[in-house]
């Protein structure tokens, strides 16, 4: 089965949680945490990946905390996975040709690289923005789901 790490999958929630506070100044990783259920000490090492990318900034103290670098449509998922998982393949040959003798005249390879160019494709198309909207999308038809 083909999975994404953890870091990506809960890099993408962190950032959305920041996505959804923009504008609101540093969020504390405390706060992150609780609305997320992800430990803090994790979200930390997250988060200091995506500072050293550029997607984010920090500060200390008491109104201390984390904020994104750019406005959320200037973001996308993509950058978020890269900035996590570094160059994401289905198959080694696909990012390095040279790993494989055969690479030059496999058919399978090239399905690979097509695979590759479309999820990239996915991820680059979809801003945090884009995310946030679905977000808000999704809990009006929940709430209207409740009035029922």
Known sequence: MLRLSTKGRYGARVMLDLAMHYGEGYISIRDIARRQGISEGYLEHL????????????????????MLKKPPREITLGMVIQALEGTFSLVECVTSPSACRRADD????????????KMSEVLDAVTLQDMVQRTDEKRRQQAVMYEI
Do not use: A, P
Request: charged content about 20%.
């Open 47 to 66: 988060l200091t990946l995506l500072r050293s990318q550029g997607l984010v900034s920090s500060s200390r103290g008491v109104q201390g905390g984390y």
């Open 106 to 117: 496999c058919v399978t390879r090239e399905i690979w690289v097509e695979v590759n160019r």
